[in-house]
């Protein structure tokens, strides 16, 4: 298990960053193996006072490690294999990767910094000094420094374990099917309804239980290995496998809106873009972005810091469902995680029947405008629909609470957004009362667009038949308007765009250089191990299993192209192959960052509307070719980064490389033809759909969205929305890239201070004000993410390690099949419960989500009274 790969103890992060003073570190060779290890105790009496010092709370920082069972007996035996000075080289070189790590605990790299300057320093006796330095870096080379790790995986693995069997792939097809199609067809609902990874693991487990009992120990021998129906009892590792094939297949993002906007006769009406055009490019999109994905192991997959917290309680859920307790106390509370899990999520299935039907007050608890719905002003500030949000608890509903999934983000993540965020609904407030850019004629935070009467911008009046502009009609109608609240969004999300390119090249220079060298060995010496540039646990422990080749990427990414310029080309987008190109590699170039970013805090950044602004440049006048360049700078972008967290999951369950890729493949197949299913399913079958009237609530926000920008940046196009209407957008981009050093530099230069603080999450708040959404939708996340995410981690951090992802994971799987079954229940069926706490909240002007501060008089109109 614990076998050194090299004739020198060399820890993760001295190898990868290849310094200098790395390589003035102390190395061991063979021969100092040899000698005496831990001097000052015998074997016993050393294991001894560190469980005592364990128990007895100590040690803050590693509380949890009273619940890990026979994983400590395992890092105890490992701690006897390396020496005092080995454990100094180990903490020195954990100090030098982590001192900018936000996610490493700073209780923790106070201590290792005091620990490494020697005894004196720490103030300790002799005993309690070597114990410390001995349990810190034995953590650190053998298992993990985060808390949030060592809750979710082992620091040993079992090879033995099956993983590709015939009942997983048959299970993890069935729901990458069944997932895939729900969740399709309901994230075009308000609020949708999603199968998350949570609920499916839930209906997997049972399912693979079942079939462990049932089926025949039936099988086959190909290529020396036998394959059988049943090969024991149900093991983690596949459960894992069949989760992450639902995970890609079912619960990752996938860009068909531009099918309804393109389809239906309330947008664009194109007839011609049925299952041919959709297949190619819905596979040319998935496939390419899982290629992508494969590639960029190097940057957030393999280095520590790739913690990736959004994605942890997958795998603590599974490690609930399968792995037995050892039942000790933790803070007080005996009860199991199994247990707490069913508890929690029975709970909060019968509960969610309040806020979900028959108290729906409790979800959209816009109280302060119960004080005057009528009152317009109060609305704008306060209300959760028209509004911006201003209320200190805006939710009793989890749909709501976890909307940000405040459980599993870092409390500064969260806090970061949260900040910017209300920087910019201040601003907009400001500015909407001062009518800037005549914003105070339309609602305050919409993603409609608006001519300069006021009403809903007719796009049909300003295309040609093949939906290109007709200039001499546009002239005669009204420039678009977007609300001040959408106004914020692209500013802010622009200058997002160059901030964090320049920013995380500063920031994290040395891993992207070393995963590209590591990428040019890799093609120039096809028998090198991306593991070799790795000596943390985990890597050693996947050093193991045989890689997945980037040739085997590399060819999904030139198939995947060459359908995309085959759909592009062989129907009538009026989309150059040059321009998909384009738009692709700004896509790689900023997918680099946006994925390090994710994978640290937990949020992605999405770059969907660079598609649309350089499309506009490139293509002109022409809404299909617009929107299809989106298509591409959204998709690609969101499925690398989906497939690659899933990848990181893989890591962490210790699932063979190659096992992980070909599930992945497969689910990533049956995905394309299933989601294209679904879309056909809710054109044929949903009456109205993506009207803000739908009886079910279809009323697809983000198509609207989707139709409104392709309008602003493909139709009209940005030259004119930015030297007309909006020129001081296309200085956003400037403005990023200049303040991304100072930015840099003072984080750099005042640490202490800052280093909790990145402006690339600020700027990302502030983009928080689009498609309708608001500070109602975050405030009780952050609520809720500060309780749990920083009090209670830093105060009982056992209990938070053994119960937070649980209890998250219980909440949204609870939430979800209610949610469903209300659904499918009364909602379908018409079955309404008409009283005050189910009207009130829909009674006022906040509810109805019309009103703006100033109007006009009859044959007025606002905005310039030249256009072109």
């Not at 050194?4 to 021969?31: A, G, R, Y």
């Not at 498609?771 to 975050?778: E, K, R, T, V, W």
Request: charged share 15%; aromatic share 16%.
């Amino acid at each position: 298990m614990a076998e050194k790969k090299s004739d020198v103890l060399v820890d993760i992060h001295e190898v990868s960053t290849n310094t200098t003073d790395s390589q003035n570190k102390s190395e061991f060779n063979e021969k100092e193996h040899d000698r005496p290890k831990v001097q000052a105790f015998s074997v016993e009496n050393l294991r001894e006072k560190a469980i005592a010092r364990l128990e007895s709370g100590l040690h803050k920082d590693l509380d949890d490690l009273r619940d890990m069972g026979p994983a400590m007996e395992y890092l105890f035996d490992q701690m006897m294999t390396i020496s005092e000075e080995e454990a100094v080289v180990i903490l020195e070189n954990a100090i030098d990767y982590h001192n900018d790590d936000e996610n490493f605990p700073e209780e923790t790299l106070r201590k290792i910094k005091k620990l490494a300057l020697g005894e004196e320093e720490y103030g300790t006796d002799h005993e309690d000094y070597v114990l410390d330095l001995m349990l810190e870096a034995t953590l650190i080379h053998f298992h993990s420094p985060y808390p949030e790790v060592r809750a979710i995986c082992d620091p040993m693995d079992d090879p033995t374990l099956p993983v590709e069997t015939i009942r997983a792939y048959f299970l993890g097809i069935v729901w990458v099917g069944i997932g895939a199609f729900i969740n399709e067809l309901f994230s075009w609902r308000q609020p949708s309804l999603k199968l998350k990874s949570t609920a499916i693991q839930l209906l997997i487990f049972p399912c693979g239980k079942f079939l462990a009992k049932v089926l025949p120990d039936w099988g086959f021998v190909l290529f020396g290995t036998r394959y059988t129906l049943n090969p024991g009892p149900w093991s983690m590792k596949e459960q894992m496998l069949a989760t992450l094939m639902t995970n890609v297949g079912a619960t990752s993002s996938n860009f068909m809106s531009y099918v309804l906007v393109m389809r239906l006769e309330r947008f664009f009406g194109q007839k011609w873009a049925t299952f041919g055009f959709v297949f190619l490019l819905n596979f040319s999109t998935q496939f390419f972005g899982f290629g992508l994905g494969g590639l960029l192991r190097r940057w957030v997959v393999y280095p520590a810091k790739a913690v990736w917290p959004s994605l942890l309680p997958t795998l603590m859920l599974n490690r609930t469902l399968l792995i037995k307790e050892n039942g000790r106390p933790i803070n007080g509370w005996r009860v199991s995680r199994y247990k707490f899990f069913w508890i929690v999520l029975i709970g909060i299935f019968l509960y969610y029947w309040l806020p979900g039907y028959a108290f729906t007050a409790l979800s959209n608890f816009n109280w302060m405008t119960w004080i005057s719905p009528t009152n317009t002003k109060l609305a704008i500030i306060t209300g959760s629909g028209l509004g911006l949000g201003f209320n200190p608890w805006t939710s009793f509903d989890w749909g709501v609470i976890g909307y940000s999934t405040p459980l599993n983000i870092p409390f500064f993540s969260q806090l970061n957004r949260y900040i910017g965020m209300l920087f910019a609904a201040v601003m907009i407030v400001v500015l909407y009362w001062k009518n800037y850019k005549w914003s105070a004629y339309i609602p305050i935070n919409t993603n409609t667009l608006y001519n300069n009467v006021g009403t809903k911008y007719n796009a049909s009046r300003i295309v040609n038949d093949d939906l290109t502009l007709n200039l001499d009609n546009y002239k005669n109608y009204s420039p678009p308007f977007i609300s001040l609240g959408y106004l914020t969004y692209y500013g802010s999300e622009f200058t997002m765009f160059t901030l964090s390119f320049v920013y995380v090249f500063i920031t994290e220079w040395r891993r992207i250089k070393d995963a590209l060298v590591g990428f040019y060995t890799s093609i120039v010496n096809r028998k090198a191990s991306n593991y070799d540039l790795y000596d943390d646990a985990l890597s050693r422990h996947m050093a193991k299993y045989p890689e997945v080749p980037d040739w085997w990427y590399m060819i999904l990414l030139v198939l995947s192209l060459v359908f995309g310029i085959v759909a592009c080309q062989a129907y009538p987008t009026n989309t150059p192959f040059w321009s998909v190109i384009v738009i692709i590699v700004i896509c790689i170039v900023l997918l680099i960052p946006s994925a390090i970013i994710y994978s640290v805090t937990g949020y992605e950044l999405g770059f969907n509307d660079i598609g649309i602004i350089v499309g506009g440049y490139m293509i002109p006048e022409h809404a299909i070719a617009n929107m299809i360049c989106r298509v591409y700078g959204w998709n690609v972008d969101a499925q690398a980064e989906s497939f690659i967290g899933d990848q990181k999951l893989a890591h962490y369950a210790k699932i063979p490389p190659r096992a992980m890729f070909r599930a992945q493949l497969l689910a990533v197949f049956i995905q394309v033809f299933i989601t294209i299913a679904a879309t056909e399913t809710a054109i044929s079958s949903i009456p109205d759909l993506c009207s803000t009237t739908q009886a079910d609530k279809f009323y697809c926000t983000f198509p609207n969205a989707l139709f409104t920008a392709t309008l602003v940046w493909g139709v009209i196009g940005p030259r004119r929305t930015f030297t007309t209407l909006y020129p001081m957008l296309q200085w956003a981009f400037l403005i990023g890239a200049l303040a991304a050093v100072p930015c840099w530099y003072i984080r750099k230069r005042w640490m202490k201070y800052f280093k909790y603080f990145n402006p690339t999450l600020f700027l990302s708040g502030m983009t928080r004000f689009e498609s309708s959404y608001n500070l109602s939708y975050y405030t009780p996340g952050v609520e809720a993410g500060f309780l749990f995410m920083y009090y209670i981690r830093r105060r009982y951090l056992a209990w938070w390690t053994k119960y937070t992802y649980v209890l998250t994971s219980a909440l949204s799987a609870g939430v979800a099949f209610s949610a469903i079954l209300i659904f499918v229940s009364v909602q379908v069926t018409k079955t309404t419960l008409t009283w005050w706490g189910n009207t009130v909240s829909s009674s006022g002007v906040d509810g109805a989500k019309v009103g703006h501060l100033l109007t006009l008089g009859e044959g007025e109109y606002f905005g310039p009274t030249s256009w072109e």
